[in-house]
T-cell receptor
């Protein structure tokens, strides 16, 4: 049973370009979460999605960032017009329908570097 | 909102016991979890406490006191491979986990 798959592992973008980060959840998981991690920092929640629905986007910056989880295919985190401050590791996690004890299963992350 | 406090770094020697504390403030509480992360890789789930008391899983144990908004992760018989970052996290609502900033554990020979 494959785990959470994220790609690419590393992504380099120049300022002003777009970054697209992909996440395929574990088989059987229909809930996806995106977190951002800066060096020496914790994981900051960005967005929680189910298939075709955004459940909670309270951690997502209002501008330039968007996320989707279509009926078919991976979840996509999209960052438009990237700036240097967007450089970070972006982790995706998945879970079955969450109850209080549903652990999150994380992917290996995408390391975004904005030059 | 939610906030969690944990020490930034803890050091110990192989074979020792170490305790990583976590205090939290949250509106609504559905449990305290612990995750381990090696070298910036994928965080992995270690334990979950919803009720007061100690949960033991092999060399790792986790404790919760809801009245004190406090928990800890106890690692026994430390091994070099336990060197990693450890994050406590609270679930305050239906879905979202909020993480602390992490404690880097350094195990020396």
């Amino acid at each position: 049973n494959a785990g959470v798959m994220q790609n690419p592992r590393h992504l380099v973008r120049r300022r002003g370009q777009e970054a697209r980060l992909r996440c395929s959840p574990m088989k059987g998981h229909s809930h996806v979460y995106w977190y951002r991690q800066l060096p020496e920092e914790g994981l900051k929640f960005m967005v929680y999605l189910q298939k075709e629905n955004i459940i909670d986007e309270s951690g997502m910056p209002k501008e330039r960032f968007s996320a989707e989880f279509p009926k078919e295919g991976p979840s996509i985190l999209r960052i438009q017009q990237v700036v240097r401050g967007d450089s970070a590791a972006y982790f995706c996690a998945s879970s079955p329908p969450p109850d209080n004890n549903s652990p999150l299963h994380f992917g290996n992350g995408t390391r975004l570097t904005v030059t | 909102g939610q906030s969690l406090e944990q020490p930034s770094e803890v050091t110990a020697v192989e074979g020792a016991i170490v305790q990583i504390n976590c205090t939290y403030q949250t509106s609504g509480f559905y449990g305290l979890s612990w995750y381990q992360q090696h070298d910036g890789g994928a965080p992995t789930f270690l334990s979950y406490n919803a009720l007061d008391g100690l949960e033991e899983t092999g060399r790792f144990s986790s404790f919760l006191s809801r009245s004190d908004s406090y928990g800890y992760l106890l690692l026994q018989e430390l091994q070099m491979k336990d060197s990693a970052s450890y994050f406590c996290a609270v679930r305050a609502g239906y879905s979202t986990l909020t993480f602390g900033k992490g404690t880097m554990l350094l195990v020396s020979p």
